[in-house]
């Protein structure tokens, strides 16, 4: 009775109770697009790019748990456009230039972009002015590349031991903090895991961004995504 069965664009799953939807798509073989949700981090269910519909109704699929007999829809025309929208608006908000960052290749919101055939932003740009704290001698944040996923909030947390990371204000004004005046005041280090979850290129290593080429990076070879999917295919 562990075990609950429902189906995935027609596709039967087998589950395990009380897994999410997107843990047990993941196990059968099935993308499913997502940009807070990371590994077995708590997800949180904020960036909606993980939406799906279960038996019609709009669901985040990090944090919605498998039942018996749901019919979930992933790869629909109206959710890839949904989906979609929620990237390109991350684009503009932000100050995303991939040419120029380190990140470039290994960045999920651009692998993304590029998986539903993004070539360019369908809004205006924001340009908004935003801060770069270079103060930490091993790592930087740059808050212009911040989408709030919050992955590093919640690694800092549970993975790390630590609270170096925290959101401050709401809506149009959230914003990423740090646990002190500045990175270099906190009790971060370079081989935290918050570091190494950010999905884009705004929390990083320093004077590592280039020791793989661009051209030879995971998502210039293969579209993010491809690994969970090869897993289906055997
Ligand atoms: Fe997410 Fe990176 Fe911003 Fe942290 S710094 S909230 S991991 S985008
Ligand atoms: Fe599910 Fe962000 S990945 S809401």
Known sequence: MNRVTFTIDGKEVKAIRGQTILKAADAAGVFIPRLCAYRDLTPNGS?????VRVNGRIQAACVQTVAE???VENETPELLE??????????????????FCEKSGFCELQALAYRFGIKAPRYPFLYPKRDLDMSH??????????ILCGRCVRASQDMDGKNVFQFVERGGRKRLQVNGDSLSETDLKATDEAVSVCPVGALMKKRV???VPVGRRRYDEKPIGDDIEMKGEK
């Open 47 to 51: 960036c909606r790019v993980c939406s």
């Open 69 to 71: 007999g749901a019919i």
């Open 82 to 99: 949904y989906r979609r929208n929620i990237v390109d608006m991350l684009f503009v908000e932000g100050n995303h230039f991939c040419m």
């Open 137 to 146: 001698p091993h790592v930087f944040l740059d808050h212009n590349r911040c």
């Open 209 to 211: 961004g280039y020791e």
